[in-house]
DNA sequence: TATATTTGCGTAATCAATTACGTAACTAAT
DNA sequence: ATTAGTTACGTAATTGATTACGCAAATATA
């Protein structure tokens, strides 16, 4: 056995949703390569969103994606480069950027679409394979730490020790 | 509804996945601070290892810990700074240098024993909280692409589409 | 209307980890 | 003993994301 954690339990959840995730996008990114498309698994989040929005600022954006702003920007500044993006200066408020997809960004969709179909497919198999399902495992924690914060739990089974 | 990620499904995965991971780890970080110990999460891969075998070269650490060999010597020598690692010259052979925890490594275990039983109590609360349990479905994920790969998967899926 | 506060964005610095590459030591084959 | 190949390690460059900071526009308040 050359790995020490599976053993650990409980006490790195954290590690083992990591080493997971990265796992994931590595073949994602393999997937998109195989498929001739020239495409990177972290632009998904916000050339989703934009193809379902019209246009949004930086900010909804990084609210929207629960990432900072600056990552946003980041990301914007990568795909405005591919001529996917395209931004301009609301009229409204002046301070915002307003990101939306290009004419060239909206008729790649299509054939990303079809890519996106079949990465939806594979992970349903594998969610379905399990006995276990991640994806309401998941769920489950993500209300369970809403209604009270990790840090509030801890706090509180520390008291209980006293 | 704020957002966009929950609804996605299968299709994302690994981004939810991470997200988690990084709360967990967040929470962990701010853990150990408000117990006034001066430890930051991601040293407890290594040495919790080092606390376990004698001493180590920096290859079988990168492997038991599967991260890259870069980030063993990163984290070395942070740890070699705290004073709690030292390290050797192998006398079998010259090219390896094998890690341990120090003196003042050791002496610095009980106190971190006591906080890793909080976080490991707390994390078997969330997870023995769950009606699916989390650390079971990554079980079953890490079981399943070890048998085959998810990109083996993906190809296979797409030959069958044919 | 003037002033203070908040909000949206951009840049810079930083962080954690990776890949790429070079060097030295070991091993195997001739 | 030489040469070729592999292994262990270290450094540098890159990646992807964050926090910190500052400016300008908008909003609220006196």
Redesign the pocket.
């Known amino acids: 056995m050359q790995d020490v954690f599976s053993k650990l339990g409980p006490l790195i959840i954290a590690s083992r949703l990591k080493r997971m995730s ?1 796992y994931i996008m ?1 073949a994602g990114a393999e997937f998109y390569n195989s498929n001739g498309v020239d495409f ?1 698994p ?1 632009w998904f989040p916000l050339y989703y969103l934009l193809s379902h929005e019209k246009e949004l ?6 609210q929207k994606l ?13 795909l405005e480069k591919k001529g996917w993006v395209t ?1 301009t200066k ?1 009229k ?7 990101l939306k997809l290009s004419k060239k960004g909206i008729s790649f969709l299509p054939q990303l679409q079809l890519i996106w179909d079949d990465i939806r497919e594979v992970n349903r198999q594998v969610v379905e394979s399990q006995s276990t399902n991640v994806l309401n495992a998941l769920e489950e924690m993500e209300v369970f730490f809403a209604s009270k914060s990790y840090t509030e739990r801890m706090k509180e089974y520390q008291e209980s020790k006293k």
């Open positions: 990265d590595r990177e972290k600022g930086i900010m909804d954006i990084a629960n990432i900072s702003h600056p990552a946003v920007i980041q990301l914007a500044k990568e931004s609301s409204e408020d002046a301070r915002k950027r307003l």
